[in-house]
Every structure is written in structure tokens, then in C-alpha cells.
């Protein structure tokens, strides 16, 4: 049964060492990069994001960065509060065996418990090349907002789950 792990000193390094196939590094960062990233973002601009490990019992097969924005930072779905989900990744040695699906059922589950704040979604940037993503997206019942990342062909299109 897949769990969520908050990232901490005693999993971080095995949670860094997840990978992805080379073929999807332009759709994910690596792991040890959003937890820089995620720094960075609360040092510089006080953004508050929270990561967890995703595991299968006790073994880590996954990785996830994700915030939530209140109605007044939100600037996706109407001003009201959601979360976002940054970053989602099944290491490659996990992959085909529906981790991904269940993994994001799971990522929803915890969020409608509103660990972090109150909302009343979830959005998902996906890039339209990431056919894999969109799929699973689609079939998990998430719904493009019609909002782009910006004016490019491959421009993240945000997806959203509404609770």
C-alpha cells in the first residue's frame, strides 16, 4: 500500500536517489533540485512548499513537491484556494506497474484532508508533450483550466481536480 513520507534527515538521501528515464528529465527536475529549489523559494520569497517521499510499505518509489496557495495568491481557478502540485515522479525502476495512478490517488486523499491550508482543488502543470502525464491526468479526472505557463507550443497547460 502506497504511503506518503514527509522528507526528512533520515530519507532525504534515499529520496534524492530516485531517478527517472532519460527521456523524461525535460518534464521533471531531479529530486535533489526541487528540494533546492524549495529552499530557495521560502528563503528568497517565503513560499511554503511541502515534500514527501512516496513509498510502497517501506520502500521509497516516488518523490513529490507540492504548495497551496490561498485565495489570494491564487491565480489559477477563479482566486480560490487550492494546491499545486509542482513536481510528481515514480522512479524508473517502479514505473508500469500503476504507482502513478495510485500514487496520485493517494496525493488527492491527503490533500482533501487540507494538511496545509483549505482548498477546494488541485492543480497539476502538465506539458502537452508529456502524453504519459496528460493521460493519467485525464483519467484521474483532472480538467484543463485552460490557463497556459506561457505562449510556447509546449507550455505547461494546468489541469485541475476540483474536491
Given at each position: ?23 523524461q ?19 528568497q ?11 510502497d ?16 495568491r491564487s491565480?489559477?481557478n ?15 525502476n ?41 493521460k ?7 480538467e ?20
Amino acid at each position: 500500500m502506497l504511503n506518503l513520507q514527509p522528507i526528512t534527515w533520515s530519507n532525504y538521501k534515499e529520496i534524492i536517489a530516485l531517478e527517472i528515464h532519460e527521456h523524461q528529465k525535460t518534464f521533471v527536475d531531479s529530486n535533489e533540485r526541487c528540494l533546492v529549489k524549495a529552499y530557495i523559494d521560502w528563503r528568497q520569497h517565503g513560499v511554503k512548499s511541502f515534500e514527501y517521499g512516496i513509498y510502497d510499505s517501506e520502500t521509497p518509489v516516488g518523490f513529490v513537491m507540492m504548495e497551496h496557495r490561498s485565495a489570494e495568491r491564487s491565480t489559477l481557478n477563479d482566486n480560490e484556494p487550492n494546491y499545486i502540485i509542482w513536481e510528481f515522479m515514480i522512479d524508473k525502476n517502479h514505473q508500469g506497474k500503476g504507482l502513478g495512478r495510485s500514487a496520485i490517488a493517494t496525493i488527492v486523499e491527503h490533500l482533501k484532508t487540507n494538511p496545509e491550508g483549505e482548498a477546494k482543488s488541485v492543480v497539476v502543470p502538465c506539458r502537452p508533450s508529456n502524453t504519459v502525464a496528460a493521460k493519467l491526468y485525464a483519467s484521474l479526472g483532472f480538467e484543463d483550466t485552460g490557463k497556459r505557463s506561457s505562449n510556447s507550443d509546449d507550455s505547461d497547460i494546468y489541469v485541475q481536480l476540483k474536491f
